[in-house]
């Protein structure tokens, strides 16, 4: 089993930056990629930045050049660092972790608004 827990949200006015952190804890050894998802109010989750056990990357095509996707050296933490946002990335962020299995941390709501 893997276990997450994301933290980082909150409001921000656009233009502004946030960095989302996703904290893995229990199989970890067993975890091959982990990402980020979204979920805006009436909209299906959508991916927004996924990052393999070899560090290749990949992005959604709406936050490319915004949005960048990291971890630690130990491989338990991701980090999402978001700048340049805009309203419409106002979502719950999800942390996901595939290991086999997918597990999902609770979400963490991120608001960009003026």
């Known amino acids: 089993q893997v276990q997450l827990v994301e933290s980082g949200g909150g409001f921000v006015q656009p233009g502004g930056s946030l960095r989302l952190s996703c904290a893995a804890s229990?199989?970890?050894?067993?975890?091959?990629?982990m990402g980020w998802y979204r979920q805006a109010p009436g909209k299906q989750r959508e991916l927004v930045a996924s990052?393999?056990?070899?560090?290749?990357?990949i992005y959604a095509d709406s936050v490319k050049g915004r949005f960048t996707i990291s971890r630690d050296n130990a491989k338990t933490t991701v980090y999402l660092q978001m700048n340049s946002l805009k309203p419409e990335d106002t979502a719950v962020y999800y942390c996901?972790?595939?290991?086999?299995?997918?597990?999902w941390g609770q979400g963490t709501q991120v608001t960009v608004s003026s």
């Open positions: 990052i393999t056990g070899g560090g290749t990357s």
């Open positions: 229990g199989s970890i050894s067993s975890i091959n990629a």
């Open positions: 996901n972790a595939n290991w086999g299995r997918f597990s």
